[in-house]
């Protein structure tokens, strides 16, 4: 299933050197790595040059990312090696693959949108043998009610240490795990190395749809889910291949106060690496009834604040997921998303972007796609942001996961 290695790799150069002019957006622009540290400070050595790297690229460009992209498209579903809707129409897979791994907790063959779990372990190392990242959420089933991570009922004080249900919780996690367990590659040298995951828990936690979201558990229940997750994984299972982002969903967050609205249950600094943005809503959203010139204003606010929030907290900017279902702006790509984050000096700064799953019609019978695909009226555009030099795909990463020279 490995497909085949990037086309060009940029020089190393790349990688901190390109530092030549402030203060005007079409210029390389200079931004310093900050003095961040790891949640987990004995993290794997590919997983801290990972961190690293996104960190140096950021600001001169923006790495594009895909849910599910392997796995399936609009028109396919599985069986295809080396496959992808961005693959078809630019030639190149994404830079960041994204995977949920939703009802892995229940112990199938299978997630919830039918990734049989076998291939989906082979799928994120392939990926980061190709020099991909991968990234992986998690719509975990209700522990109390055995329904899905939408239902309802007020239960993390009851999954905690010290609550009646705490045994299902890391039951739970102990399936991520054993599932993280076979994320290994060994290299010729003989030598074994765990890919590198960004994981992104309990996401849109500023929503009320999860059972751990806004509304249906406390705050401070919320912080102590996530800060337990961190300790148990890393201090007591001693996984050590975890960067850890925090994405709350932009559309329970008000700009006007984006500090507060965003900050609402975080952990804290000591328990997270990426300061992700979940954002649907801006960019065209049908609940959101606001003119399209206040999304797309809208859309840069978020962007710029995300990025002020997580320099005060020398924490890495993302936009861990989103996009506009089925695309219906056939200019969306540099029109509206890429629009977005070269508004400003301080919007380049997100480090990656990643857009959420095509959906294959046959399996799924519906549109519910992301990523534009061959034949789609978006197709055109998104080979044009594909091709911009801010825009980073697999085919164009440097070497993620090598350290570079400090004080470049
Ligand atoms: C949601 C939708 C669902 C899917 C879930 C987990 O946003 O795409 O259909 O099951 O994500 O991937």
Redesign the pocket.
Known sequence: MLFPSRKHILPSVILGLIVMQTGCSNLPIQISVPAYRMVDSEATAQTQALLENLYRLRGNHLLFGHQDSLAYGVQWFGGNDDRSDPKSITGSHAAVFGW?I?ELELRGTET??GLYIGYLKEWIKDAYKAGGVNTISW?MTNPASGESSWSKGDIVSRLLPGGDMHNRLTWFLDAFVKFNEDLKITLANGEEQYVPIIFRPWHEHTGDWFWWGKGNTREEDYIALWRFTVEYLRDEKHVHNLIYAYSPDRSRIDLDHFEEGYLYGYPGDDYVDVFGLDNYWDLGHPANTLPEETQRENFKRSLQSLVELANKHNKLPAFTEGGQETVPDAEFWTGRFLEGFLANDTSRQIAYAMV??N?SRKRENRD?FYAAYPGHSSARDFKKFYKHPFVMFLDELPDMYRMPLKNN
């Open positions: 949920d939703g919830l949108d719509h959420w799953r959906a519910h």
